[in-house]
């Protein structure tokens, strides 16, 4: 986003001034927080560390108690790696001693948000999914020797596993990894449920990534290697297996459990970085309930502040503005909070969690779900909303965590009134499940639900979703100069707040269904 900004801001004040409606007020938010002088945002930043205190001053114009540990702000220490790419290298040798280079950037790339060993020399050997899944009786470890060496995996799982069970387990993948012995892994993801081409994709990879300091809250501690290959580019690293990318991709696509092997390549890698310390803030806020019960519960109202920051050009820009990831979420908690502030009519707490270091891998979040400003136990639900899409009509929201929980209820209910239809994730291979900060509270036991502005599988909104994904999303162009269906907006801001006041106002606590998976973490 470039000179146009001044234009677009004195036009926003000037719609702002005519007219008061949601939109306008909406919008003015996403304005103050993803124009370029916030360079996009990044966890740890000046401008991230700006656009959390213009969160904590609406938080108190709307009449919001401090809820952190330092007044509005909950301060977390991070570690943040950059990758020196040319000090570091990846090779595959063969069995007979001849070095084959991979070329980093075009082939595959590593990824820091693991603490990567300086150097490492280890056997290659795929698995599959990489999954052990004992509720779905799947192992694709069983019978499998990975001690000591790199699992190579491509993502994603057999179709008759449940999308939510099979994202979750996706998520820990390294937890059993560990327990097996392995040292690192080699990621392939399945096109089908990328996001981002790998071409525009690859140039994240000289984006720092960032770690929660303290070790008891690092989920990938103990992985020496982790690397992102390309699909297109795969082969090279099945030489000499007996196997092809190609055949293995079809038997996934087919939604099959996949064959495992040993492949006669060693894996030889060296990882250059540069890394420093970093601090970055949650904000939040409490509406007090009314109840003298029911008060002492809260409900959670997540979104992220933080977007990628200042990146690799892509059309002479290089400002990742994050307008609608996730300036957009943070625009519908403030505005959630003025109304329902001047309300007030909330029987329990309502607690408005603006996260950073979400696209670090939702650490925020974990942070703030594991050391929490109120009793653990007291924590109801999580309701989230992260880049929610305003760019049709709003006549359907799609819904993470849908089939976790009996929220499903409460948003029925005050859905069906408006005409607004309900649906399940239409794309459960993308994962959103574990994606976004409610994922965090899951977790930990909560209930939770994240809202999108809705659409059905290979309608026209659909494509409207993919081809900004495609362009948009975690690129430049989430600038304020994109097209945005404002009346969508507003609409999806109005049962964002009737959404919050009906969990808030429930005869009973959320519960878990009875078959969810989840219900185990429960507190
Ligand atoms: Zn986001």
Redesign the pocket.
Known sequence: MKCILLALVLLSTVTLRAADEPAAKWWAHIVFLANDSMNGRDTGSPEHRKAAEYIAAEFKKAGLEPGGTNGYFQPIKFRSRKIVEEKSSLSLVTAGGVVEPVVLGEEATFSMRIEPAASVEAPIVFAGYGLQIPEAKHDDLAGLDVKGKIVMLLTGGPSTIPGPLLAHYQSIRWQYLKKAGALGTFSIQNPKGQDIPWDRSKLSRFMPAVAIADPALDETLGQQVAVTINAAKADKFFTGSGHSFKELLALSNDGKVLPRFTVPLTARVKVAIDAKALESDNVIGILRGTDPTLKAEYVMISA?IDHVGVGEPINGDRIYNGAM??ASGIATLIETASALAANHTNQRSIVFVAVTA??KGLLGSRYFANRPTMPARSIVADLNT??FLPLFPLKSLVVQGLEESDLANDLKRVARPLGIEVLSDPEPERNAFIR?DQYSFIKTGVPALSLKVGFVKNSAEHEIVKRWRTERYHAPSDDLAQPIDRKAAEDFGQIYVLLVEAVANRATRPAWNENSFFKRFAR
């Open positions: 992220h990831d996730n979400e696209e992260d880049m976004s």
